[in-house]
């Protein structure tokens, strides 16, 4: 198993322009989530979902959308890149049971100038 | 999250002294992870805490957790090198398991 995958590791974007980063989970896991991480600010939750077709909201979701059209992939979009939205982005899953614990991606480091 | 606060945020210790790590909830726990991250790396699952009471130890890391006071602490004993990074607690605040948030993370740094 890959586990959690996450591309591009890095990006750097102009302020305005749009972008998609992808996640995508091979262990067939319902929950997905988008994080941010900031310096002294810890994880961030962006967007959720509990399966494919469910996304819901998190803490901080202006400026983002998601979609969920299969299991295994759940990308998340920048329509207009803010310089506040550089950050680093974490993607992660986990099973419906909450006796399992969340994996996590390696992270997308992105920049908007 | 403001949910979940944890403290120190920073923290420096001695290489083989012992140090605790804090994570309080504001909302009811319905289950508490900790995680670790190297800098500039992504988290590694350290353990995870369910019911009250439980306590869980993996080497020299031990975690406890008190369902009444909504808290959890993160145990070190005889702090090595390799214990240097940022601890993350994440927990789930809602009783469909569907959103962990995380605290703000504690930077912990060990001096040979």
């Known amino acids: 198993n890959a586990g959690v995958t996450q591309t591009p590791k890095f990006q750097v974007l102009k302020t305005g322009q749009s972008m998609t980063l992808q996640c995508a989970q091979d262990m067939n896991h319902e929950y997905m989530s988008w994080y941010r991480q900031d310096p002294g600010m810890g994880l961030r939750l962006i967007h959720y979902?509990?399966?494919?077709?469910?996304?819901d909201q998190g803490e901080v979701p202006n400026g983002y959308n998601v979609s969920r059209s299969t299991t295994e992939d759940f990308p998340l979009r920048l329509l207009s890149a803010a310089p506040s939205q550089t950050s680093v982005y974490f993607c992660?899953?986990?099973?419906?049971?909450?006796?399992?614990?969340?994996?996590f991606g390696p992270g997308t480091r992105l920049t908007v100038l | 999250s403001q949910e979940l606060e944890q403290s120190p945020q920073s923290l420096i210790v001695q290489e083989g002294k012992n140090l605790t790590i804090n994570c309080t909830s504001s909302k009811t726990l319905y289950g508490l992870y900790w995680y670790k991250q190297k800098y500039g790396e992504g988290l590694i699952f350290l353990m995870m805490?369910?019911?009250?009471?439980e306590e869980k130890s993996h080497e020299k890391i031990t975690a406890k957790l008190d369902e009444k006071k909504q808290q959890s602490s993160l145990h070190i004993t005889a702090s090595q090198p390799s214990h240097a990074g940022i601890y993350l607690c994440?927990?789930?605040?809602?009783?469909?398991?569907?959103?962990?948030?995380f605290g703000q993370g504690t930077r912990l740094t060990i001096n040979p």
């Open positions: 979902s509990v399966g494919a077709g469910i996304t």
């Open positions: 805490l369910q019911k009250g009471g």
């Open positions: 994440g927990a789930d605040i809602s009783p469909g398991a569907q959103k962990l948030v």
């Open positions: 992660a899953s986990r099973t419906s049971g909450r006796t399992d614990t969340q994996y």
